[in-house]
């Protein structure tokens, strides 16, 4: 089994920063992808940002982009998303996740295998 704990939520103002946490432990596998997903009151879960533990290659959803950054320390298996510019709008509960696919860069949650429990994040206007 794999567990998945984010860190790092909390209350901000807009135009804040924060900065997320995801360490996995358990099972390990040699080639994967580690996502972040938000999940705001009332709306679908969406994909954010993912990064492949491989190489590093980075996929960003549009309407984060020049503003949040994904990055990994495989020594620690711990996947970062720091937040800046933060709005109003990204409030919501965010998850990591791990993909065991091996082809492709995951952006759908469907294309992910392990969980986190989530952590809040509020941006106040």
């Known amino acids: 089994q794999v567990q998945l704990v984010e860190s790092g939520g909390g209350l901000v103002q807009a135009g804040g920063s924060l900065r997320l946490s995801c360490t996995a432990s358990?099972?390990?596998?040699?080639?994967?992808?580690m996502g972040w997903f938000r999940q705001a009151e009332g709306k679908e879960r969406e994909f954010v940002t993912a990064?492949?533990?491989?190489?590093?290659?980075?996929s960003y959803a549009d309407s984060v982009k020049g503003r949040f950054t994904i990055s990994r320390d495989s020594a620690k298996n711990t996947v970062f998303l720091q937040m800046n510019s933060l709005r109003p709008e990204d409030t919501a509960v965010y998850y990591c996740?791990?993909?065991?696919?091996?082809?492709?860069?995951?952006?759908?949650?469907?294309?992910?295998?392990?969980w986190g429990q989530g952590t809040q994040v509020t941006v106040s206007s």
């Open positions: 996740a791990i993909s065991r696919r091996i082809y492709i860069m995951p952006r759908i949650s469907s294309d992910y295998d392990y």
């Open positions: 990064i492949r533990w491989n190489g590093g290659g980075t």
């Open positions: 358990g099972r390990t596998f040699s080639n994967y992808a």
